[in-house]
């Protein structure tokens, strides 16, 4: 009998490693920074000095969750995660470029804020010993997971907001240069 209960607790040990993922940054020809989970979509010149982030994911404990979910909220118009990816046109450039900013600002500091978690995670994973505590790690590390999740859409809704931001610029200076030419 406790050579069964050994070998379900080794098996829940096993397999209560922390879900992980790999992803890397890099700059495009145009200048804008990405975030890819695919290094064949990193350009081959830029592979031999990328920056890696691994990460895995987890709940906070409950005082510090409220703490950085105040600080990784959106705020209506700024964060632009739930908004329009488009530049509205009574939006100045400039304007939509502090918005941009913020935007990066508030990923950064949620990107910080995971990699603080992770960091936080690995050391409780070296004090889970009982079944229990494995089971709230896991618990854990699973809402991370999720977070991470978020954290990657709104990479891409920056994206989208940044190439939508860079046509914007684009057509205006498509535009100016064609009036320049008109009158000439």
Same mark, same amino acid.
């Given at each position: ?45 830029? @592979?031999?000095? *990328?920056?890696? !982030?691994?990460?895995? =994911?987890?709940?906070?404990? &409950? ?5 950085? %979910? ?60 009982? @079944?229990?505590? *494995?089971?709230? !790690?896991?618990?854990? =590390?699973?809402?991370?997971? &999720? ?5 990657? %859409? ?31």
């Amino acid at each position: 009998m406790n050579l069964v209960k050994l070998s379900i607790c080794l098996l829940i040990i096993i397999f209560a490693a922390p879900a992980s993922a790999q992803f890397y940054k890099y700059i495009d020809e145009d200048g804008n920074t990405r975030f890819t989970d695919d290094i064949n979509l990193v350009p081959p010149e830029q @592979r031999k000095n *990328i920056k890696s !982030y691994e990460e895995s =994911v987890s709940e906070p404990v &409950q005082e510090e969750a409220s703490n950085i %979910q105040e600080e990784t909220q959106p705020a209506p118009k700024s964060a632009g995660s739930g908004g329009s990816a488009a530049i509205d046109d009574a939006e100045s450039l400039e304007d939509a470029r502090k918005r941009l900013d913020a935007f990066k600002d508030e990923i950064d500091a949620e990107y910080a804020a995971l990699i603080e978690e992770k960091k936080k995670l690995a050391k409780e994973k070296e004090q889970a010993q009982n @079944r229990e505590q *494995i089971i709230e !790690y896991n618990k854990k =590390v699973e809402d991370l997971n &999720q977070r991470v999740r978020d954290y990657q %859409q709104k990479g891409k809704d920056y994206e989208t907001q940044v190439d939508a931001y860079n046509k914007k610029i684009a057509e205006q200076n498509a535009a100016q240069k064609e009036k320049k030419e008109e009158d000439q």
